[in-house]
């Protein structure tokens, strides 16, 4: 089982940087891991704590956010109110023991073809390490 | 700190204030909890000094959040004329919050509270708290813990409403030769004018009163920790949720979830038959109700700034889950990591309005 785990991930990207680098990546035909499905928002901070509880809920093995660098959002303040969410979801799983570990919020310019690759699958790597997210196929949840 | 004493009860003597203010058209009308119906209690807004004699606003119990109800009040625009507003410190507390997320406006408001005793479950018997009033007042006075009581308020640290114009002295204090009253504000001196020639000096801080805030702090920290919350997990959370039947009265009579259309109650959050084909396949079975967890966390995530720990949500909960408690909990560890306190000040800026440059770095890349 632990071998052909093939990670289920979901992707937030903000259309301005994230989304863009992601298409770099693929005209640069830089590898990215074909577990993750991606999202397309207008940005980062259009992504609210309960979509990504919802995913993990719903069983992703995985969450990553991804939006422009700090200073650089498209609508000026957005990625600033993305971390505080962030960082408020951060709490309250801390204070459950759920995985933490599963979400991760990462800053992707347009420019970063190679960076989204990488960090894709690092974080790809990372939760086929952590194995299954344990809710995906038990029974008498949601 | 100006304050006098009046020899009667503690609400004979709100009574006494109000009927000053209302005889000298101070205020126009008040907000207090009364009689109303064959013992029933209610909050009610009353203009007439004739039905001043119903109300009976240090009676041990909160059928609504008072904040709650003034923000209904108050949504669209201020009242006009002057309001007398006596509630409790939590009522108070979740009221700033509603002002400062544009819920409710402060003007031509004064408010006349105290240093808060607690209050029974709602699910009291009628009969048996009237039974339990005297025994009420003695651990009023002497600050013991009071089992009977709300988990919440058996817990609460703020029970002293630092806010307030008007402050009666009732925790902590021996209310049975009368009732000491202190004038916080200038607002509230403006309003008392004339009530007495003389004051006396009295302070808000007294041995007595950190002895009792020690007291709940103690057993708060224990309650939270027998919660164990940090061993749940998924296993823990379904565990302590279920028997939740997704009525959704915790978020109704909460004072911080003030969505006119509730996210959970949307069409967004509507499960249809395709979402649940797709559950089953991966689960085989599925628990209906369904998303009572995704609830849970997902109402956590818009309140934790926010909860002033009022015990509303446990007190309504059908099913009797510890909702405030846990509530609470968790929101007393965002609040710190944002290093906020709700209700407290006006000008602090609620955390998702706000932000730093440079901040949360641990949770970024
Ligand atoms: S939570 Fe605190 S302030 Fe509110 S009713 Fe209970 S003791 Fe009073
Ligand atoms: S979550 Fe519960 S304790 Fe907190 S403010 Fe709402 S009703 Fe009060
Ligand atoms: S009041 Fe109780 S049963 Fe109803 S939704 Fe809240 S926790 Fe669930
Ligand atoms: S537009 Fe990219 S994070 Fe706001």
């Known amino acids: 089982m632990a071998n052909n785990f093939k990670p289920n991930i979901i992707g937030f990207l903000c259309n301005w940087c994230s989304y863009a680098a992601a298409d770099l990546a693929g005209s640069s035909k830089l590898e990215v891991p ?22 993990y809920l719903q069983g992703a093995d995985g969450v990553l956010i991804a939006g422009c660098h700090p200073g650089d959002c498209h609508y000026q303040t957005g990625n600033y109110y993305t971390r505080r969410r962030f960082a408020l979801l951060h709490k309250i799983m801390e204070t459950f023991k759920l995985d933490p570990e599963r979400f991760r ?38 | 700190m100006k304050s006098f004493k009046i020899p009667k009860s503690p609400d004979d003597t709100v009574k006494d ?24 209690h209610a909050y009610t807004l009353i203009t007439d000094k004739e039905l001043l004699s119903n109300i009976t606003p240090t009676y041990p119990l909160m059928l609504a959040n008072a904040g709650k109800m003034i923000s209904r009040l108050t949504m669209i625009e201020a009242v006009k004329s002057p309001v007398a507003v006596v509630l ?67 817990i609460c640290e703020n029970f002293v409403p630092d806010n307030a114009d008007i402050i009666l002295q009732l925790a902590g204090n021996d209310t049975n030769t009368g009732t000491s009253v202190l004038i916080k504000t200038e607002k509230g001196a403006g309003f008392l004018e004339g009530i007495r020639d003389q004051f006396d000096e009295g302070s ?3 041995t007595t009163l950190d002895t009792i805030r020690g007291k709940r702090k103690e057993r708060k920290q224990k309650t939270f920790a027998d919660l164990k919350t940090e061993d749940f997990g998924i296993e823990g959370l379904i565990n302590i949720f279920g028997r939740c039947i997704n009525c959704h009265a915790c ?30 396949k991966k689960r085989k079975a599925i628990r209906l109700p369904a998303d009572t967890v995704f609830y849970h966390l997902g109402r956590l995530t818009h309140v934790g700034f926010t909860c002033v720990g009022c015990g509303m949500c446990s007190d309504v909960c059908p099913t009797n889950i510890p909702v405030s408690t846990i509530f609470s909990k968790v929101s007393e560890r965002i609040q710190k990591a944002f290093e906020y306190t709700p209700g407290k000040d006006l000008e602090e800026k609620v955390p998702m309005s706000i932000f730093e440059m440079k901040e949360f770095e641990d949770v970024e890349d």
Request: overall charge negative.
């Open chain 2, 204 to 206: 808000l801080e007294s």
């Open chain 2, 17 to 40: 204030i109000l009927l000053f203010l209302l005889k000298n058209e101070k205020v126009g009308s008040i907000f207090a909890l009364s009689k109303v119906h064959n013992n029933n």
């Open chain 1, 34 to 55: 074909a577990t993750l499905t991606t999202i397309r928002v207008m940005c980062s901070s259009r992504v609210d704590p309960v979509h990504i509880i919802s995913a």
């Open chain 2, 251 to 280: 978020s109704k009579a909460c004072p911080a979830c003030y969505c006119k259309l509730c996210y959970f109650e949307s069409a967004d959050s509507e499960s249809d038959p395709s979402t649940f084909e797709i559950e089953l």
């Open chain 2, 88 to 154: 409790r410190p939590c009522e108070l507390r979740a009221l700033f919050e509603l002002v400062k997320l544009e819920q409710a406006k402060l003007d031509n408001l004064l408010f006349v509270s105290f240093t808060c005793g607690g209050v029974f479950p709602i699910k009291t018997k009628k009969d048996g708290l009237e039974n339990k009033l005297k025994e009420y007042w003695e651990n009023v006075k002497t600050g013991e813990d009071f089992q009977e009581l709300r988990e919440s308020c058996r």
């Open chain 1, 105 to 142: 919020l990462s800053w992707i310019s347009a420019s970063e073809g190679k960076r989204f690759s990488e960090v894709t699958k690092e974080f790809a790597e990372h939760i086929e390490k952590l194995g299954p997210n344990p809710l995906k196929n038990k029974p008498f949840i949601e």
